[in-house]
């Protein structure tokens, strides 16, 4: 009988507060702003959401408080379709919040810590990880866990892949034995300018397969992105769309892409339909924009078909 294919998803729901400014300050400087919205976010949620509107199974993990507003931000996941049965609850914590501040063409996002506490994976949750297709995480939330690098290497010879999603705020040049350990890597541009320092891209992505990875992939906003792979490589363009809100298209291209890999597309086709889906959330408000179906996905596909060639 076949494995069932499932994917777990690790990282911090949060309440995104939004606000308007003119501009972004310099430092030291003050800048008026104007609260217009609250949502349901996060990264790793944004990108579950994204996996579950795709028809994957998709878990959700973290560790929460008990409070109304944590409440709140579970019926919201469930409601997409993710299940939150693995989620562990401690009392002890605060509330999780971003604050994004959209100022004209672009947006700041200032993620408020989380303060989780040293995470250890037992019982039914460990074989739910191991059993997994694809663990869909940061460098940053894999640190919570006691001895991460050896749980990941539990976790890879029991057949799950490792994929993270690599942002300059949450993993350093001390992370590389993390970097080392994962399957799939995604970076943006500014996050791959930070870890490949003096060394240029090509070099630093052969570094990185070296050490064991296998796709790497670099998010390049409304110029596309460029995937590599140690025998490979793909340069695919964006559709550009007007911008209603940007927030969560790394999530929604991050999340389309892996659900390609999911259903065995190679690293072409995968792109094109991540970066398709990508720019077509950026039409949408709220960070789960790119929540959508693969038909209505494919439909765009054919309809930009000369601009993503």
């Known amino acids: ?48 959401c994204v996996f579950a509107g795709y028809g994957v199974k998709t878990y959700y993990y973290d560790v929460i408080n008990h409070s109304l507003k944590s409440q709140k931000l579970m019926e919201d996941l469930q409601s997409y379709g993710l ?27 200032l993620v408020v810590d989380a303060q989780k506490p040293v995470l250890e994976l037992t019982g039914d949750r460990l074989k739910l990880f191991r059993n997994a297709s694809y663990i869909y995480t940061t ?10 690098v050896a749980l990941i290497k539990d976790l890879k010879a029991h057949g799950a892949q490792i994929v993270f999603d690599v942002e300059v705020s949450n993993c350093n040049e001390d992370d590389l034995e993390l970097f080392k350990c994962a399957d799939v890597l995604f970076f943006n541009e500014y996050s791959l300018e930070r870890f490949r ?17 296998k796709i790497i992939t670099v998010t390049l906003g409304e110029k596309g992105s460029v995937t590599y792979t140690p025998t490979d490589r793909n340069r695919t363009k964006a559709v550009c769309f007007d911008v209603v809100d940007p ?45 959508n179906s693969v038909k209505n996905v494919e439909t765009l596909i054919k309809k930009y078909a000369e601009v993503l060639n």
């Open 1 to 48: 009988m076949d494995k069932e294919r499932y994917i777990v998803a690790v990282g911090a729901v949060c309440t995104d507060e939004y606000y308007t400014a003119d501009e972004w300050p310099v430092e030291g400087n003050k800048s008026l702003v104007k609260s217009v919205d609250e949502k349901v976010g996060g990264m790793i949620p944004n990108a579950a």
């Open 83 to 109: 299940d939150t049965s693995p989620v562990v609850y401690d009392p002890t914590l605060p509330d999780t919040k971003c604050i994004i501040v959209l100022t004209p063409g672009d947006r700041t996002i």
């Open 139 to 148: 460098v940053y939330e894999m640190k919570h866990f006691k001895n991460p």
């Open 197 to 213: 320092g003096s060394l240029d891209e090509e070099t630093y992505v052969q570094k990185l397969f070296d050490s064991g990875v």
């Open 247 to 291: 927030t969560g298209a790394g999530d929604t291209f991050n999340s389309s892409f892996v659900r390609c890999l999911l259903e065995g597309m190679d690293i072409h086709s995968a792109a094109r339909f991540a970066n398709m889906a990508a720019s077509y959330s950026i039409t949408k408000p709220g960070p789960k924009g790119g929540v």
